[in-house]
Each structure stands twice: as structure tokens, then as C-alpha cells.
């Protein structure tokens, strides 16, 4: 069975200072892992995903995460905060398919000027 | 392209009364599912769908009826409103299974249901 623990339910960081989401996996196959964002009122945006490629992956506005299969870690980073990354962040594990998505319970992001 | 929508943005019901809520895409996207959001619980799948005329049960599916009968449209139905089906609801769609389907999802803005 396929599971994800977001380890923080809120981060707050000042504008220019790092962003780190934290989110531990677990799935008996080899996963699809995705980071999604959601700003206030809006639906769901892709910010990066993993599919057995590189672990480091680059994905929009600047963020990353690295895929740690010891570890079962799939962390969002970012080096500079900026007012506008203020969000929801979703870590969200997924069978090859797709068919079976399970989301973890969120990440809210506040960023202070 | 307007990729996935939504109908409608905002509802209030009152409990018994049933409804549907409308999704429809057009990137021609085999794979489209429901989700419900409720605080401090991230999205959780209602039902979904790999093709037309195929559906099938997510993690909370009691309450909720779906049907595809084209690859367009993937309307959620509510027989009997209740409370606690007061969420709100987002579609999904994603690519073709026989194609890399690596599970990337494309969302609508989402639907919120009030149930009183």
C-alpha cells in the first residue's frame, strides 16, 4: 500500500531565506512522485515530478526536490523564498499508471517579508 | 485550450436534495477522476475513470455516483446530500494509459459544495 507523511503541516521563512518541505514516502513498487501547489482558491499546479529518471529534479519557480530511496524522501526545496511561493504544497505519490493517487495532508507556506 | 472545467464554482444544498457537478476536458485525456479536499487532510479520490464506459471506487466513493459516457465529460452525482459532504470537489484528468502515463495530473479550479 501506498502512503505519504508530509512532516509539517505549516513553514514559515522569510522572503529571501530557504524553503524546505518535508515528505517521507511509502509504496511497495517503484513510485511516481509529484509536488503540487495551490494557491488560495485555486485548483492544483504541477511544480515537479520524479519517474525513476534523475533524483534531482528541477521544476518550476525555481524549486527542487531530490529522491531519496534510503532515506523514502521526496523533499522540496527552494534557495530564495519569494512573497509569491505563499501557498499550499501537496507531496503526492502515484502508481506508474496514475490510477492510484494518494495525496499527503499538505504543507501551508508562509513567507514573511 | 481550456483544459479541464468545472461546474458549477459554488453550491449550497440543502440536505436530501441531490445534484451533479460537471467536469469536462478537452486534451482528450483517457484517465479523469474526482477528488474531495477537506482541511488538514490533502485530496482524497472519490472515483475515477480509464476510459469511457470504465469507472471505478477511490478511497471514499460511499455517497457519490459517477458515469463516463464519453472521454469529455466525468459528471459527479450526489443522490442524497448530506453534511459531511460539504468539501470541495476537484476533476482531474490525466494521459492515456497506453502511453507514458507517469500519473501527472491536470486539475480543474475546483467546485465548493455546501450542505446544510
Known amino acids: 500500500a501506498q502512503s505519504v507523511t508530509q512532516l509539517d503541516s505549516h513553514v514559515s521563512v522569510s522572503e529571501g531565506t530557504p524553503v524546505l518541505l518535508r515528505c517521507n514516502y511509502s509504496?511497495?513498487?517503484?513510485?511516481?512522485l509529484f509536488w503540487y501547489v495551490q494557491h488560495p482558491n485555486k485548483g492544483l499546479q504541477l511544480l515537479l515530478k520524479?519517474?525513476?529518471?534523475?533524483?534531482l529534479v528541477k521544476g518550476i519557480n525555481g524549486f527542487e526536490a531530490e529522491f531519496k530511496k534510503s532515506e523514502t524522501s521526496f523533499h522540496l526545496t527552494k534557495p530564495s523564498a519569494h512573497m509569491s511561493d505563499a501557498a499550499e504544497y501537496f507531496c503526492v505519490v502515484s502508481d506508474t499508471g496514475g490510477f492510484k493517487t494518494i495525496f499527503g495532508a499538505g504543507t501551508r507556506l508562509f513567507v514573511k517579508a | 485550450n481550456a483544459g479541464v472545467t468545472q461546474t458549477p464554482k459554488f453550491q449550497v444544498l440543502k440536505t436530501g436534495q441531490s445534484m451533479t457537478l460537471q467536469c469536462a476536458q478537452d486534451m482528450n485525456h483517457e484517465y479523469m477522476s474526482w477528488y474531495r479536499q477537506d482541511p488538514g487532510m490533502g485530496l482524497r479520490l472519490i472515483h475515477y475513470?480509464?476510459?469511457?464506459?470504465?469507472?471505478d471506487q477511490g478511497e471514499v466513493p460511499n455517497g457519490y455516483n459517477v458515469s463516463r459516457s464519453t472521454t469529455e465529460d466525468f459528471p459527479l452525482r450526489l443522490l442524497s446530500a448530506a453534511p459531511s459532504q460539504t468539501s470541495v470537489y476537484f476533476c482531474?484528468?490525466?494521459?492515456?494509459?497506453?502511453?507514458?502515463?507517469?500519473?501527472?495530473?491536470?486539475f480543474g479550479e475546483g467546485s465548493r459544495l455546501t450542505v446544510l
Open positions: 482531474a484528468s490525466s494521459y492515456s494509459v497506453d502511453r507514458m502515463n507517469t500519473g501527472e495530473l491536470f
Open positions: 475513470s480509464v476510459g469511457a464506459g470504465i469507472t
Open positions: 520524479y519517474t525513476s529518471a534523475a533524483t
Open positions: 509504496s511497495s513498487y517503484s513510485p511516481s
